[in-house]
């Protein structure tokens, strides 16, 4: 009998020590979390957020998660208090033992995501999804409550700080203005949407000084009149581009769309359509340049935290830049002067046309990928292969923020001078990011 008992709990000890690295193989995955930023996207298109809301959930979920492994490895990790914008201390528990620091960042970047912008619990059952996974594969109980508990204590030091960028006090502020004004904004069709977020340049940055820290020069000065003008040359060189263009330069467009919710319309019938929005298809990008250099756990996350911050900031500039100038979209103009009947191949969005957002985001995004994992990291971008629109391939980060000076102009919702001074900012902003954070040490 004693011999019986001896095996029976050499086989019990052997199956729980067989248990404890199957759960750890399974959370310390990297591609779990690229996964779970893919979830969070799902979310946020759900959930029907303009581009720049969304960049503010993607940026301070990927910082909490970031803010777990840096206090996990201080020895090659540095923590981000002190080094952006307010955020001062993190309080994180003190009682370490028995913590998976994987698993805490996975729980902190779920905590932050839902509870940003939108209420807690979106990402609950895919909270509860891994945890079953994990249990099964023999994560203990202690060890989970202990990675809860930590990543609460640093998830709730992001919200508080979050909190504090300015975000609720735009929600009730002033609407945009529309006039008749020459040259100035309208809502376009076939929404005729007001304008979004005209106070996002009111939102605290991360590391940027302030929304106008980088000097823009003026658009073409509005003149439809004069053949010779330069606003006419733009006018007419998208008008022209659009009406004929070729197959690739349409995979181009649409490709790069993002449009988060499209209005189609047929005959008396109206419906929308959802995609991931610009900050969504680069998170996406993230996950597949992680995947593709073999990246491990913690670089993921760095990846994903500095990328997310690039954006956010990017964001705040642009719109710092289409709330000053307030210039009309191509497609106002064009129907007003030249043809009634004239449409972009895409869908107009409903804010001003200079800058071009989605550059200015796209070229910040690629400096801080480039920084991570280097300028020569090819890859083939499949984001939007769920949503029906097939694979596009780069040479490097850079190379796809590159291709979008081209995307916004075959769509016809930019002039082309736009996107090439936008892929400027976003490079600048980028680089500011890259200099000024110390992230991996």
Avoid at 65 to 88: F, M, R, T
Wanted: glycine fraction near 6%; proline fraction near 5%; charged fraction near 20%.
């Amino acid at each position: 009998m004693k011999k019986l008992l001896i095996g029976i709990c050499a086989i019990v000890t052997l199956f729980a020590c067989k248990n404890s690295n199957e759960y750890k193989t399974y959370l310390h995955n990297p591609d779990l979390f690229s996964n779970t930023v893919h979830e969070l996207n799902t979310v946020v298109m759900g959930n029907n957020f303009p581009p720049m809301v969304a960049s503010r959930n993607y940026a301070y979920a990927a910082i909490a998660a970031y803010e777990v492994i840096a206090a996990s490895d201080p020895a090659h990790y540095q923590s981000l208090a002190g080094q952006l914008n307010g955020l001062k201390i993190i309080s994180f528990s003190k009682d370490t033992i028995g913590v998976d620091y994987e698993l805490a960042a996975l729980l902190a970047f779920m905590k932050v995501g839902e509870a940003v912008t939108f209420p807690e619990g979106s990402l609950e059952f895919y909270k509860d999804s891994i945890l079953k996974i994990a249990r099964a594969k023999g994560l203990p109980i202690a060890v989970e409550k202990a990675s809860q508990q930590y990543a609460d204590s640093i998830g709730m030091s992001i919200i508080r700080w979050s909190k504090k960028d300015n975000y609720l006090e735009t929600r009730g502020a002033e609407k945009y203005n529309v006039t008749d004004e020459s040259g100035r904004w309208v809502p376009t069709p076939p929404m005729y949407a007001s304008a979004a977020e005209p106070h996002w340049k009111e939102i605290r940055p991360m590391v940027i000084d302030s929304a106008s820290f980088i000097k823009v020069p003026q658009p073409p000065t509005f003149n439809i009149k004069d053949k010779n003008s330069k606003y006419y040359q733009e006018v007419m060189l998208i008008k022209n581009a659009v009406d004929s263009l070729t197959p690739e330069q349409k995979h181009i467009a649409e490709f790069w769309d993002d449009n988060p919710f499209k209005m189609n319309v047929t005959g008396h019938a109206m419906f929308g359509s959802k995609k991931f929005s610009p900050p969504g298809h680069w998170m996406s990008i993230v996950g597949i340049a992680a995947q593709k250099s073999k990246a491990d756990f913690a670089t993921t996350v760095t990846a994903f935290a500095k990328t997310g911050i690039a954006l956010f900031d990017a964001f705040i500039e642009a719109w710092y830049v289409k709330y000053t100038f307030n210039t009309v979209r191509p497609e106002t103009v064009i129907n007003k002067y030249i043809d009634p009947n004239w449409r972009p191949l895409l869908q107009t969005p409903a804010f001003p046309e200079y800058t071009c957002g989605h550059n200015t985001i796209s070229s910040s995004a690629a400096e801080a990928l480039t920084s991570v994992f280097g300028d020569n990291l090819a890859f083939t971008d499949s984001t939007e292969l769920e949503f029906g629109i097939k694979n596009r391939s780069f040479k490097s980060f850079r190379a796809a923020a590159e291709e979008l000076n081209w995307a916004r102009f075959y769509g016809g919702v930019h002039f082309h001078n736009s996107c090439l001074v936008s892929s400027e900012n976003g490079r600048k902003i980028g680089g500011v990011i890259v200099d000024r954070l110390k992230m991996k040490k």
